[in-house]
C-alpha cells in the first residue's frame, strides 16, 4: 500500500537487487524506465519532438545517458548537456556514457541562452538524484533557474535535481532545484517527492520498480496516505439508530472574541456526522449560532466533559482559565483532540505535556510546523527540514498521533509508523481550515472511530473536499474554510456509499 522509502533503504535495496543481476541491468532498466516516461510526454511524430537531457556526473546521469539514448533511437531530436564525472564513474554509467555517444544525440556545451531560447518540447533531469550532497551552485544553479523558466514538460528521473529525497526541503542553503512536471523515481516512492516542497517540485510522480524481486523490499514504516487503511471504519448507517448512536463532539475554545473557530469545528463536526455537538465557550457564551441553530453553545467551565469526545483549542486563547480547561480536558478519559491555543499552552506548560504522555487513551494532536516547532523547542525551519522525522519526534513525546500539517500533511503515531497524505491543495492555506480538520478528526472520534484512523480519514477527506472545490473552480484563491463544510459532507457520504458496511 504505497510504501515510501528513504534514501538508506533505497540503497539498501538496490545492492542487494544488484548482486543478484549482472552488471549495469537496474541502470539499464532505469534509462528504459526514463525512455518510456518520455515517450508518454512526447508527441506521435517523435521526429518533430526537441529534448533537452541533463546528464550529471554520478549514476543519476547515467540514467540520463541511458534514457537520451533510447529517445535518439526512437528518432527525437536529442542534446545532452553532459557534465562528467570529476573523478572514475562506474562501470555502468560509462557504457551508458558510450551507448550515447554512438546514437544520434547531440552533445551540446552549456550556453545558457540556447537552453532558455529554444523551444524544447521536454527537459529530462538527470543531473543529481540520491546522492546530491550539497546545494546547486554555480552553472547548474543558473542552469536549473533557466529550466525552472521554461514552460515545456520536465521530467525528474528519480527525484528533482535539488531536492533531498528522504525531506522533501531544498538543499540549501539558499539552494534551488529543478521545478519538473513528472518525476519518473526508481526502486521505490521516496518520502520527498510528497512533502514540504516535494510536492511542488516533483509533479506527477510514477515509480519504475525496475522489476526487482519483492523480497528485497523491507516492510516499511511509512506509507502515502491510502481510503484502504481506515476503510473498515467506513459505517452505513442502520435504520434503527438514533442521535445517541452516533456520539457528542464538545469543541472547547472561543475566548472572548474568537467565537468564529469553535463554530467551524463545530458546524464541521456536526456536519460530518455526530450526533450531539457542543460549542463550549471560554467565557461570553453566544446564545446560538444562527447559522447553525443545531448547535448547543455552552460555558465551558460548567460542562461536564465525561460526556463527549474533546476538540480543544479553537480560539481558546492563553488565559489561565483556558490552561485548566486544558488540564481538565486531559485528565477526562473522553476521546481528546487538541489543536490551536491548546497546542501553544501546552508548549507554555511541561506539566500539561506530561500529563498529556501520561495519558491512557492517549490523543490526537493538530500542529501547524510553528506549533511543533514550539513543542519541540525547535525552529519552523528545523521543522520544515525534516517534517516526517519532526512528527515522528513528536508523537513519541506526547503519546500522540499527531498531525503535522502543511504541503504533504504528516500523520505519526507513536510506535513510528507514519503516512503522508496525498490529497489537499493550497486553497487550504487560509484561516480556518485548521478548525474544519479538528471538528472532522473529533466527529470521527465521536462516531467511535480509532485515533490514527480518524486522523488518516480525517486529513484524506479534508483534503479531498478541497480539492473537489478546486476542481469546480472555487478556489484555490479565495476558497473559505466554511466552504469545506457542505464538500466534505459529500465526501464522506460519497465514501461510505462506495466503501460502508
Ligand atoms: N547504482 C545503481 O545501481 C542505480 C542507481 N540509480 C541512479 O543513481 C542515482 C544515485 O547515483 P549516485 O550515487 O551516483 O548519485 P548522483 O548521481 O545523484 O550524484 C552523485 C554525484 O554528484 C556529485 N554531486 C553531489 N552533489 C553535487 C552538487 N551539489 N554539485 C555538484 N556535484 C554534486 C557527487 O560528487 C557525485 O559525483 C539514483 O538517484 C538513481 O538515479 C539507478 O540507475 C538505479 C540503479
Ligand atoms: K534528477
Same mark, same amino acid.
Request: proline share 5%.
Given at each position: 500500500?504505497?510504501?515510501?522509502?528513504?534514501?538508506?533503504?533505497?540503497?539498501?535495496?538496490?545492492?542487494?537487487?544488484?548482486?543478484?543481476?549482472?552488471?549495469?541491468?537496474?541502470?539499464?532498466?532505469?534509462?528504459?524506465?526514463?525512455?518510456?516516461?518520455?515517450?508518454?510526454?512526447?508527441?506521435?511524430?517523435?521526429?518533430?519532438?526537441?529534448?533537452?537531457?541533463?546528464?550529471?556526473?554520478?549514476?543519476?546521469?547515467?540514467?540520463?545517458?541511458?534514457?537520451?539514448?533510447?529517445?535518439?533511437?526512437?528518432?527525437?531530436?536529442?542534446?545532452?548537456?553532459?557534465?562528467?564525472?570529476?573523478?572514475?564513474?562506474?562501470?555502468?554509467?560509462?557504457?551508458?556514457?558510450?551507448?550515447?555517444?554512438?546514437?544520434?544525440?547531440?552533445?551540446?556545451?552549456?550556453?545558457?541562452?540556447?537552453?532558455?531560447?529554444?523551444?524544447?518540447?521536454?527537459?529530462?533531469?538527470?543531473?543529481?538524484?540520491?546522492?546530491?550532497?550539497?546545494?546547486?551552485?554555480?552553472?547548474?544553479?543558473?542552469?536549473?533557474?533557466?529550466?525552472?523558466?521554461?514552460?515545456?514538460?520536465?521530467?525528474?528521473?528519480?527525484?528533482?535535481?535539488?531536492?533531498?529525497?528522504?525531506?522533501?526541503?531544498?538543499?540549501?542553503?539558499?539552494?534551488?532545484?529543478?521545478?519538473?512536471?513528472?518525476?519518473?523515481?526508481?526502486?521505490?516512492?521516496?518520502?520527498?517527492?510528497?512533502?514540504?516542497?516535494?510536492?511542488?517540485?516533483?509533479?506527477?510522480?510514477?515509480?519504475?520498480?525496475?522489476?526487482?524481486?519483492?523480497?528485497?523490499?523491507?516492510?516499511?514504516?511509512?506509507?502515502?496516505?491510502?481510503?484502504?487503511?481506515?476503510?473498515?471504519?467506513?459505517?452505513?448507517?442502520?435504520?434503527?439508530?438514533?442521535?445517541?448512536?452516533?456520539?457528542?463532539?464538545?469543541?472547547?475554545?472561543?475566548?472572548?472574541?474568537?467565537?468564529?473557530?469553535?463554530?467551524?469545528?463545530?458546524?464541521?463536526?456536526?456536519?460530518?456526522?455526530?450526533?450531539?455537538?457542543?460549542?463550549?465557550?471560554?467565557?461570553?457564551?453566544?446564545?446560538?449560532?444562527?447559522?447553525?441553530?443545531?448547535?448547543?453553545?455552552?460555558?465551558?467551565?460548567?460542562?461536564?466533559?465525561?460526556? %463527549?469526545? #474533546?476538540?480543544? /483549542?479553537?480560539? $481558546?486563547?492563553?488565559?489561565? &482559565? +483556558?490552561?485548566?480547561? @486544558?488540564?481538565?480536558?486531559? =485528565?477526562?478519559?473522553?476521546?481528546?483532540?487538541?489543536?490551536?491555543?491548546?497546542?501553544?499552552?501546552?508548549?507554555?506548560?511541561?506539566?500539561?505535556?506530561?500529563?498529556?504522555?501520561?495519558?491512557?487513551?492517549?490523543?490526537?494532536?493538530?500542529?501547524?510546523?510553528?506549533?511543533?516547532?514550539?513543542?519541540?523547542?525547535?525552529?519552523?525551519?528545523?521543522?520544515?527540514?525534516?517534517?516526517?522525522?519532526?512528527?515522528?519526534?513528536?508523537?513519541?513525546?506526547?503519546?500522540?498521533?499527531?498531525?503535522?500539517?502543511?504541503?504533504?500533511?504528516?500523520?505519526?503515531?507513536?510506535?513510528?509508523?507514519?503516512?503522508?497524505?496525498?490529497?489537499?491543495?493550497?486553497?487550504?492555506?487560509?484561516?480556518?481550515?485548521?478548525?474544519?480538520?479538528?471538528?472532522?478528526?473529533? %466527529?470521527? #472520534?465521536?462516531? /467511535?472511530?480509532? $485515533?490514527?484512523?480518524?486522523? &488518516? +480519514?480525517?486529513?484524506? @477527506?479534508?483534503?479531498?473536499? =478541497?480539492?473537489?472545490?478546486?476542481?469546480?473552480?472555487?478556489?484555490?484563491?479565495?476558497?473559505?474554510?466554511?466552504?469545506?463544510?457542505?464538500?466534505?459532507?459529500?465526501?464522506?457520504?460519497?465514501?461510505?456509499?462506495?466503501?460502508?458496511?
Amino acid at each position: 500500500m504505497n510504501p515510501l522509502y528513504s534514501c538508506a533503504e533505497i540503497r539498501a535495496i538496490e545492492e542487494a537487487a544488484a548482486a543478484a543481476l549482472p552488471d549495469g541491468v537496474l541502470m539499464q532498466r532505469a534509462g528504459q524506465a526514463g525512455a518510456n516516461a518520455a515517450l508518454d510526454l512526447l508527441p506521435f511524430s517523435t521526429a518533430k519532438a526537441r529534448v533537452l537531457v541533463l546528464a550529471g556526473p554520478g549514476n543519476n546521469g547515467g540514467d540520463a545517458l541511458e534514457t537520451a539514448a533510447h529517445l535518439a533511437y526512437a528518432g527525437a531530436q536529442v542534446s545532452i548537456l553532459h557534465f562528467p564525472p570529476q573523478s572514475i564513474s562506474s562501470t555502468e554509467r560509462a557504457v551508458a556514457l558510450q551507448r550515447a555517444q554512438t546514437s544520434d544525440a547531440r552533445f551540446a556545451e552549456l550556453d545558457l541562452a540556447e537552453v532558455a531560447g529554444t523551444d524544447w518540447t521536454l527537459v529530462v533531469d538527470g543531473l543529481f538524484g540520491l546522492g546530491l550532497q550539497r546545494p546547486l551552485a554555480g552553472a547548474l544553479r543558473e542552469l536549473a533557474l533557466a529550466v525552472n523558466g521554461l514552460t515545456c514538460s520536465v521530467l525528474a528521473l528519480d527525484l528533482p535535481s535539488g531536492l533531498d529525497a528522504d525531506t522533501g526541503a531544498i538543499v540549501g542553503p539558499d539552494g534551488v532545484a529543478i521545478h519538473a512536471t513528472h518525476t519518473a523515481t526508481f526502486i521505490g516512492n521516496k518520502p520527498g517527492l510528497h512533502t514540504c516542497d516535494g510536492r511542488d517540485y516533483a509533479g506527477l510522480v510514477d515509480v519504475a520498480r525496475l522489476d526487482i524481486d519483492i523480497g528485497h523490499f523491507a516492510p516499511a514504516r511509512l506509507h502515502l496516505n491510502d481510503v484502504k487503511f481506515f476503510s473498515r471504519h467506513l459505517r452505513s448507517r442502520v435504520h434503527n439508530s438514533h442521535k445517541g448512536s452516533y456520539g457528542n463532539v464538545a469543541v472547547i475554545g472561543g475566548a472572548r472574541g474568537m467565537s468564529g473557530a469553535p463554530l467551524l469545528a463545530a458546524r464541521t463536526a456536526l456536519n460530518s456526522g455526530a450526533g450531539r455537538v457542543y460549542a463550549l465557550f471560554v467565557e461570553d457564551p453566544l446564545p446560538c449560532d444562527s447559522g447553525q441553530p443545531e448547535l448547543m453553545c455552552r460555558l465551558a467551565d460548567d460542562f461536564d466533559m465525561r460526556s %463527549s469526545t #474533546l476538540v480543544i /483549542g479553537p480560539g $481558546l486563547g492563553a488565559s489561565r &482559565l +483556558a490552561s485548566a480547561l @486544558l488540564a481538565r480536558a486531559i =485528565a477526562s478519559d473522553s476521546a481528546l483532540l487538541a489543536d490551536a491555543d491548546a497546542l501553544n499552552l501546552l508548549a507554555a506548560e511541561p506539566a500539561l505535556q506530561a500529563a498529556l504522555a501520561q495519558r491512557p487513551g492517549g490523543c490526537v494532536l493538530t500542529p501547524h510546523p510553528l506549533e511543533a516547532a514550539r513543542l519541540l523547542g525547535a525552529t519552523i525551519a528545523e521543522v520544515q527540514s525534516d517534517r516526517v522525522g519532526a512528527a515522528r519526534k513528536l508523537a513519541a513525546k506526547l503519546n500522540a498521533n499527531v498531525v503535522l500539517k502543511g504541503s504533504g500533511t504528516v500523520i505519526a503515531a507513536p510506535n513510528g509508523d507514519a503516512v503522508i497524505n496525498t490529497t489537499g491543495n493550497p486553497a487550504l492555506a487560509s484561516a480556518g481550515t485548521g478548525d474544519v480538520l479538528s471538528g472532522l478528526c473529533g %466527529s470521527l #472520534l465521536a462516531q /467511535g472511530w480509532p $485515533l490514527w484512523e480518524a486522523a &488518516l +480519514a480525517g486529513v484524506w @477527506l479534508h483534503g479531498m473536499a =478541497a480539492d473537489v472545490l478546486v476542481t469546480e473552480g472555487s478556489g484555490p484563491i479565495g476558497l473559505t474554510a466554511s466552504e469545506l463544510v457542505p464538500a466534505i459532507r459529500v465526501a464522506l457520504n460519497r465514501m461510505v456509499q462506495h466503501h460502508g458496511r
